[in-house]
């Protein structure tokens, strides 16, 4: 069993760029695909960005243009750049890791590993 990391987030002023990282400390695999995923209230948790262990990213429609996925390979750390943020953008936060390739890299279904979860509140 693996624990994925989250760091950053907190409370934001609309407009506002933060950074949220994601550690996976000791996982042995290099191949391997990872996203975040943002949930609010009662709703399903959507995918937000990942990206895959060929490089291949992907957006949400609402966060293109906006948000970066990018990943540190040698410290096994993902990050979120959030540009421009919304009120919209309002969250809870989470990573997830997935050991196989994935068919859609924007369900929750597909992760096997996730993180605790960080809020993300954008102030309007």
């Known amino acids: 069993q693996f624990h994925l990391v989250e760091a950053g987030g907190g409370s934001v002023e609309s407009g506002g760029s933060p950074r949220l990282s994601c550690a996976v400390p000791?996982?042995?695999?290099?191949?391997?695909?990872m996203a975040w995923f943002r949930q609010v209230e009662d709703k399903e948790r959507e995918g937000v960005a990942s990206?895959?262990?060929?490089?291949?990213?992907t957006y949400a429609d609402s966060v293109k243009d906006r948000f970066t996925i990018s990943e540190d390979n040698a410290q096994k750390i993902l990050f979120l750049q959030m540009n421009a943020l919304k009120p919209e953008d309002t969250g809870m936060y989470y990573c997830?890791?997935?050991?196989?390739?994935?068919?859609?890299?924007?369900?929750?279904?597909?992760?096997?590993?996730w993180g605790t979860g960080i809020l993300v509140t954008v102030l309007s």
């Open positions: 997830g890791l997935a050991v196989s390739p994935l068919v859609d890299p924007l369900k929750a279904d597909y992760m096997d590993y």
């Open positions: 000791g996982y042995p695999y290099d191949t391997y695909s």
């Open positions: 990206i895959e262990s060929d490089g291949t990213v």
